[in-house]
């Protein structure tokens, strides 16, 4: 019974390339929720997915962050052009259901360092 | 939007004794509230959740109280060990489905 997966677990960009992060929900968990959480910070909301659709991005930053959940296949969070203000570690959570009152479990994380 | 305040940021304590941790939040809608535990470089792990029907909720060392009249929720350990060192974070979630966190809790617990 496998847990919420994150790969990788450590990813290293120079400025200006992409950095491409992927997140399994736990088996039967339909809802990815994917968040940020810069150094000795506490964790901040991205964006909210179900399997093919986008529910609520209003933590994503206006340019070059994308996130998408296909029918098939794992979440994907996507930041192009990354800065060193990109350094961070990115964690996904899922959840069974919708609703305010679900239980979210986290991933292990993806530790982006931009170079 | 929901806006979790938490106090406080550090907290150092004895092994044996009690900690207390406390946090506030904004939005009277929420009716979900989770703590979770962080180990350094690991993931945000849930230890205890109280939902807004009920004051108060207790598992072994840990408990977590409710005052949805004041807006406050707080966590309880009891008996506190090393291995309860760690960061601590309440969150609570509104009207959507995002966790808004606290600021977190570097509780360290000395022999």
């Known amino acids: 019974n496998a847990g919420v997966m994150q790969n990788p677990r450590h990813l290293v960009r120079r400025r200006g390339q992409e950095a491409r992060l992927r997140c399994s929900p736990m088996k039967g968990h339909s809802h990815v929720y994917w968040y940020r959480q810069l150094p000795e910070e506490g964790l901040k909301f991205m964006v909210y997915?179900?399997?093919?659709?986008?529910?609520?991005e209003s933590g994503m930053p206006k340019e070059r962050f994308s996130a998408e959940f296909p029918k098939e296949g794992p979440s994907i969070l996507r930041i192009q052009q990354v800065v060193r203000g990109d350094s961070a570690a990115y964690f996904c959570?899922?959840?069974?259901?919708?609703?305010?009152?679900?239980?979210?479990?986290f991933g292990p994380g993806t530790r982006l360092l931009v170079l | 939007g929901e806006n979790v305040e938490q106090h406080p940021s550090t907290l150092s304590v004895q092994e044996g004794d009690s900690a207390v941790i406390k946090c506030t939040y904004s939005d009277s809608a929420s009716n979900y509230f989770p703590w979770y535990k962080q180990e350094l470089g690991k993931r945000p792990q849930l230890i205890i959740d109280?939902?807004?029907?009920?004051g108060e909720k207790k598992d072994q060392r840990i408990a977590v109280t409710l005052n949805k009249t004041a807006k406050h929720f707080s966590l309880h350990i009891t008996e506190t060990q090393p291995e309860d060192s760690a960061v601590y974070f309440c969150?609570?979630?509104?009207?959507?489905?995002?966790?808004?966190f606290g600021t977190g809790t570097r509780l360290q617990v000395t022999l």
């Open positions: 959570a899922s959840s069974p259901q919708a609703g305010a009152e679900e239980t979210q479990y």
């Open positions: 997915l179900q399997k093919e659709n986008i529910i609520d």
């Open positions: 969150a609570a979630i509104g009207t959507a489905s995002k966790l808004t």
């Open positions: 109280i939902r807004s029907n009920v």
